[in-house]
């Protein structure tokens, strides 16, 4: 008769080996392990005197890796071992995408880089038709001019002499030309002093004929002379900006120049980048094809609607102006509301 220790010996072996029956069993049907591959079987067999023979499946991530990478044609030894840092931080079944460099944004074709769409109508646009309208009219005696000289008006005249010089040089020395032109033509003189209004836009002869005029005026009649001659209306905005070094807002004309933008200023002799040195937020360009607003460049530039954000969307045109009448460049604080 067996003792009852021995009993209780062979009771724990038997339940033990049920166990491990049912784990094998288990085991060997998964499909994850079965998909590895033939393996050598090893043998569980637990300690005392009844040994269980079960085979058990045993594999390695890098011998399920080298297994997929034999299905796929990638040679009978081909191994791709796992990795914590791979070279790659993800891997994708996408295309590889087009690259930029660091902190790059696409850029616009208007000054600064930026985009611009048609700005609604306002009175920004009622000023411009009414420039427009002046300056073909101008065209008119213009004409005359230059078939009877002596009856040319003393500022038609000048502002042909102007044209002139513009036109017998080229490229730069162009724009040059017609910044230092204007500028010494025209004094500055607020709007307010000169014509008891808040703000006015003037023709180019009749800033010539006044011998005055204020940052719009100059701008007008830069891209008059310009346009005159022979400089191409789409290389040509007139510039609606915030100057946020002296808060004050302040118009220039823009000429495109060998694909750069160039800023003709009033307040300057020579002609300026339109980079990020002048501090200016552009509002408003303004040429041929009429009235636009900025808006900034983004990631992914959707086409750009009426609903889109000026770039500087906390900004009026509500202008100040520089009000010395000796058109020093001293700036003061009369607004130029519209």
Known sequence: MKSRCGRRRQGILAFAAAILVSLSGAATPVAFAADVGPVD???????????????????????????????????PNAMRLAALAPASPTATDAGPEATS??????????????FAFRAPDNVIW??????????????????RCRSDAASCPPNAAQFLRLVGAVKAKSGRAQLEEVNLGVNTAIRY???????RELDRWSSPLASFATGKGDCEDYAIAKYAALREAGFPDADMRLLLVRDRTVRQDHAVLAARLDGRW????????GLREDNGELNFAPLFAINHDGVHLFA????KAAPLSAEA???AANSEWAGSEPTDAGGSGSLGTLPLLL
């Open 189 to 195: 003189v607020s709007d307010l002093v000169q014509h």
């Open 309 to 311: 954000a000026p770039a």
């Open 126 to 143: 009622r000023k411009w038709r009414s420039v427009e309208a002046e300056i073909a009219n101008e065209q008119a005696l213009l004409e």
């Open 101 to 114: 460099p660091v902190g790059a944004q696409p850029l616009g074709h208007e000054p600064f880089g930026l």
């Open 296 to 299: 900034k460049p983004y990631a």
């Open 41 to 75: 079987p090893r043998e569980i067999a637990p300690s005392g005197a009844d040994t269980i023979h079960t085979p058990a499946t045993f594999f390695t991530i890098n011998a399920v890796l080298a297994k997929l990478d034999r299905e796929r044609g990638r040679g």
């Open 262 to 269: 160039l800023i003709l200023d009033n307040r300057w002799t």
